[in-house]
């Protein structure tokens, strides 16, 4: 039970939790409500950051607004953004996550738009060379059509750092 994990968790313990749910229907739907939301800003440390499956624009552009609203009241002084990609084996070929970072100690928010630092797996690891991510792709992520721009963007807030 996730909503029952994180609640129980002591506050400030995690860096970043990872919500790979189903759809936001039936058994999933708590795990796109605020109280979740809630639980899972007390659990993390300051800087800490959430990513949660957050539908596909093409058929969800609604309830993403949704969802965004609600995490920019969680997140009211972090920041919030949807960022997407294509799988071609999901409806429409593409999924999408909202991001939401909790400010650091200082006040910084975690700019999720720009890659910190370019991949580099160890020599002989199995990840080299990537053969689908790169910091373009990364930035391209966060690009979106206009129709979802004009609904989403009045909701989403840019880190500072």
């Not at 994180?6 to 759809?23: K, R």
């Not at 969680?74 to 999924?95: D, L, M, N």
């Not at 990364?138 to 009045?154: C, D, G, I, S």
């Amino acid at each position: 039970d996730g909503i029952k994990y994180v609640g129980d968790a002591e506050e400030g313990t995690y860096d970043a939790i990872i919500v790979d749910s189903s759809d936001p229907i039936g058994p999933a739907s708590v795990l796109f409500e605020e109280a979740f939301f809630e639980k899972m800003y007390r659990a993390l440390k300051p800087g800490g950051v959430v990513c949660t499956q957050a539908e596909c624009l093409w058929l969800h552009v609604d309830l993403i607004t949704d969802l965004a609203k609600m995490c920019k009241r969680v997140f009211a002084k972090g920041s919030i953004e949807y960022g997407y990609t294509t799988i071609p084996t999901y409806p429409s070929g593409q999924i999408g996550f909202m991001l939401c970072g909790k400010p650091a100690s200082d006040g910084s928010t975690v700019d999720f738009r720009n890659p910190k630092r370019a991949p580099t797996p160890a020599s002989g690891s199995a990840l080299e060379p990537l053969k689908y991510y790169n910091a373009d792709i990364h930035k391209a992520a966060f690009v979106l059509p206009e129709f979802a721009r004009a609904a989403l963007e009045p909701h989403l807030v840019k880190g500072s750092k």
